[in-house]
């Protein structure tokens, strides 16, 4: 385990800076060994130095007496009496991450403290554990993502303009609108459901229209009419979101099956981009490309029939 952590913290670091200013947004993390032992607070000091080298979060300090106190969570996720009692009183911490090494088995375990739930859990052989850990990694950028496409504030100066957008919209309603700029420029279009626990959509660009790049005064339907997109059966207020760009965002991937109409945006940790692998200087976090990028935004609320 002692052999794995080194090797694999020296393979995966050798690029980054730990000195690195973290942007905003990204979570303020509470990383614990729970219960403590030597091979768990090797793990979890691992993943600590994951987090802050890669800008995927703001560290905490350890609280006291944490080792000691109870972390448990029904089959549903949600935290047991004594538990949330312990986490109210984390008051400056976002997540909470409970890592663990028992009867040759490690765990990590993810807590929402505002909503006092398991977000995330998963276990592998110890022997995994380099897998375990770019697994959950993973999970956090894309938490990281879809923190940022939510909270990154709308611009009135942005360049963008949203045309044809409703207000209102029953479920299985079509949706489409039009869209403009007064420069030229990369323009992202994201669907931010109001449920946190659904992914954000990327509607532009997308399978048909994957040239994102709109020079000015150019007017772009948005989906084309090639691509169905519609009300979701849920009654919510989502938030449609564009993004202007002077530069493509080429430190993200866009994947998609084919018999999707539209991307996942994946941040590089994901995907291993060969655009970072050949950087030295990594970003200053998973998601400043989009922290710097313009936002204009439409709310509207889809109503059920």
């Given at each position: 385990?002692?052999?794995?952590?080194?090797?694999?913290s020296i393979a995966s670091l050798s690029v980054v800076s730990a000195d690195r200013t973290v942007s905003t947004p990204v979570f303020k993390i509470a990383v614990e060994a729970y219960p403590s032992t030597e091979e768990s607070r090797i793990l979890r000091d691992f993943i600590k130095e994951q987090i802050q080298s890669s800008g995927r979060g703001n560290l905490s300090f350890t609280f006291p007496e944490s080792e000691k106190l109870v972390w448990e969570f029904d089959k549903a996720g949600e935290a047991t009496e004594g538990t949330k009692a312990n986490l109210q009183k984390l008051t400056q911490v976002d997540k909470l991450v409970l890592v663990s090494t028992e009867d040759g088995q490690a765990l990590i375990s993810f807590v929402d403290i505002l909503h006092e739930t398991l977000e995330y859990r998963n276990a592998l052989p110890e022997s995994l554990a380099k897998t375990l850990v770019s697994d959950f990694l993973s999970y956090l950028d894309k938490k990281n993502i879809y923190l940022a496409l939510s909270h990154t504030g709308a611009n009135t100066s942005s360049q963008v303009k949203i045309n044809s957008l409703k207000s209102t919209y029953v479920a299985g309603e079509p949706i489409r609108f039009e869209l403009e700029t007064t420069e030229d420029n990369y323009v992202y279009v994201v669907?931010?459901?109001?449920?946190?626990?659904?992914?954000?959509?990327?509607?532009?660009?997308?399978?048909?229209q994957n040239d994102n790049f709109v020079k000015k005064g150019e007017k772009v339907t948005i989906p084309d009419k090639r691509i169905s997109f519609r009300a979701p059966s849920t009654?919510?207020?989502?938030?449609?979101?564009?993004?202007?760009?002077?530069?493509?965002?080429k430190e993200f991937q866009l994947r998609g099956k084919k018999e999707d109409s539209f991307y996942h945006l994946l941040p590089p940790a994901v995907t291993g981009t060969k655009t970072l692998a050949r950087s030295l200087v990594a970003p200053p976090s998973i998601t400043s490309p989009i922290e710097q990028?313009?936002?204009?935004?439409?709310?509207?609320?889809?109503l059920s029939r």
């Open positions: 385990m002692k052999r794995f952590l080194v090797i694999f669907l931010v459901p109001e449920n946190q626990k659904g992914e954000p959509v990327l509607l532009f660009p997308n399978q048909i009654p919510s207020k989502d938030r449609i979101r564009a993004f202007v760009t002077r530069e493509e965002w990028s313009l936002v204009t935004e439409w709310e509207y609320e889809i």
